[in-house]
């Protein structure tokens, strides 16, 4: 199962019968916290929980040309119009 950050409450000193660390966040899996999270004693730390994403840059020859006709749309221009 996956595991998550939560944040201890101030003053709680055990959660799901292990010692709280100092830092006040316990890696704990869903089924760990529930019963925790549902008095109070947990909260989601969704910033230390957030996977890190690797992005590659895109290479220069990837990034697409406004001017190239099959990037841009073709539009007709509304100025003038059609005669009728």
């Known amino acids: 199962m996956e595991k998550s950050n ?3 409450a101030p003053g709680v000193t055990q959660v799901n019968g292990q010692p709280v660390p100092q830092s006040g966040i316990m890696e704990l899996t869903a089924a760990e916290a529930m019963f925790d999270k549902a008095h109070g004693r ?3 730390d969704a ?3 957030v996977p890190q994403v690797l992005v590659d840059p895109p290479r220069e020859n990837e990034i697409p040309n406004p001017a190239d006709p099959i990037v841009a749309p073709v539009t007709r221009s509304r100025r003038g119009g059609r005669k009728s």
Request: hydrophobic share 45%; no cysteine; proline share 0%.
């Open 6 to 8: 939560y944040r201890v």
């Open 47 to 49: 910033g230390a929980s």
């Open 42 to 44: 947990l909260t989601l």
